[in-house]
């Protein structure tokens, strides 16, 4: 008997956990830079150090993206994120020990080592407990976590940050994971007892005719559609992190604002992407039902050019306009169609990948994609360095989004199986 609908049968407990641990990371995630005037008047840190720092996290993050994705499929999702969330917490508390540059690149390194595996488990427990044609909304549900997470980083940080000092939000935030982690080591199972989940549809139909046949990892890892899919996450993150990096940088050097309102303005863009990132499942999944006759890779990319090619123009707007209110009104439409595009990526994934495939390479286009966070924080940092402005940074975003949204259209398409067996 397989599963039906959303909710039901430990289904909700597992949504609402995967919910928390995505609020938990990027509350984790966004505490530097809402921290990051005060660390960067404490160590005496340049702008361009700054943005090493940022990137710092993505080198560890990157890395495992494809590592966490592996151990996903090899010792199961709940005990990867488990062990994911409790080093993570550590690490985010060991930012009371830092002392200078070098300390500071170290923890930021091993955090985003920690926080690395989180995406690709959740798509796998998703994958383990959902029917196929619930899972793209079932992903964007689920990682709408992450930007709410981002959304009450800067009143938490920030008020913390003022009252006692920055060191203090982030022993409160290690607390926070630790809870977690032991609540969801007692109550999440991996799987579902005694039902069966349906395989990807995109699966369904293409492999009838080699339904003996295994296709091996290495497979999937050189499909365009996984690679172009790869490269649109790429253009998503590189918006995604100049955001979650110098945004509050931007409104306090660039547009003068005090920090207590910088911390209460950054809420906005967020609590948009809440929106954006829990509606980009249903969004897409509704538009299947209604075009199911056209297959169900032209919902996805309906949904993934229109709204990061719209997420382009408004994040490239916002760095010509001349007023703040403009700017932050730009920023926060940009991370709303952004996040619309955000369960797309990872449905995609669902779709044309064998299930026991899906943590390995969803972690692999995730890796790929998180390579933006290594070169966009410190490009922006030196762009800014060298211009004294933040326009150039915000255009080149915005353009490296256009053509990510234009490859899609043409290069992420159906596998094509052929009879030969891949294994």
């Known amino acids: 008997m397989k599963q039906q609908g959303i909710f039901g049968d430990g289904k909700t407990v597992v949504i609402i956990m995967l919910f928390l641990a995505g609020v938990i990371n990027y509350l984790d995630r966004s505490a530097l830079s809402i921290a990051a005037p005060f660390i960067q008047e404490d160590i005496h840190l340049t702008s361009t150090q700054l943005g090493i720092i940022f990137s710092s996290f993505s080198v560890g993050y990157a890395i495992f993206n494809f590592l966490g994705g592996m151990a996903s499929d090899r010792f199961g999702a709940k005990l990867t994120l488990f062990v994911a969330m409790i080093v993570w917490s550590?690490?985010?508390?060991?930012?009371?020990?830092?002392?200078?540059?070098?300390?500071?690149?170290?923890?930021?390194?091993?955090?985003?080592?920690?926080?690395?595996?989180?995406?690709?488990?959740?798509?796998?427990?998703?994958?383990?407990?959902?029917?196929?044609?619930?899972?793209?909304?079932?992903?964007?549900?689920?990682?709408?976590?992450?930007?709410l997470g981002g959304a009450i980083a800067g009143p938490i940080v920030g008020y913390i940050a003022l009252a006692y000092g920055w060191k203090y939000s982030f022993i409160a935030?290690?607390?926070?994971?630790?809870?977690?982690?032991?609540?969801?080591f007692k109550v999440v199972k991996e799987k579902p007892k005694n039902v069966d989940i349906e395989e990807p549809i995109a699966n369904l139909e293409i492999a009838a005719d080699e339904i003996n046949h295994s296709r091996g990892l290495s497979y999937y890892l050189k499909q365009s559609t996984v690679l172009f899919t790869a490269f649109a996450f790429f253009a998503y993150n590189y918006i995604l992190f100049f955001f979650l990096t110098w945004f509050p940088s931007y409104l306090v050097e660039a547009r003068g604002m005090a920090v207590k309102d910088m911390s209460i303005v950054t809420v906005i863009p967020w609590i948009l992407g809440f929106l954006g990132l829990a509606l980009s499942g249903i969004v897409s999944d509704f538009i299947y039902k209604r075009f199911m006759s056209k297959g169900v890779l032209f919902s996805r990319k309906v949904v993934l050019v229109t709204c990061l090619f719209l997420a382009a123009v408004s994040i490239g707007c916002a760095g010509i306009v001349t007023t703040t209110v403009s700017a932050v009104a730009l920023v926060a439409t940009s991370v709303f169609f952004l996040y619309l595009t955000g369960a797309i990526y990872w449905a995609i994934i669902n779709d044309v990948v064998e299930s026991k495939y899906v943590g390995s390479v969803g972690g692999f286009m995730h890796f790929l994609a998180n390579t933006a966070g290594i070169i966009g924080p410190t490009l922006t940092g030196f762009l800014v360095d060298k211009t004294g402005t933040f326009s150039a940074a915000f255009l080149l975003a915005g353009g490296l989004a256009v053509i990510a949204s234009l490859a899609v259209i043409k290069f992420v398409t159906p596998i094509v199986h052929n009879e030969i067996a891949y294994k």
Do not use: Q, Y
């Open 90 to 147: 550590l690490f985010s508390g060991a930012m009371v020990l830092v002392v200078g540059f070098a300390s500071l690149i170290i923890v930021r390194i091993v955090f985003g080592m920690a926080e690395g595996p989180l995406s690709s488990t959740i798509n796998k427990m998703v994958n383990n407990w959902f029917p196929a044609d619930k899972r793209a909304s079932v992903v964007g549900l689920a990682n709408s976590g992450t930007p």
């Open 173 to 184: 935030i290690m607390i926070l994971g630790f809870v977690w982690a032991i609540v969801w």
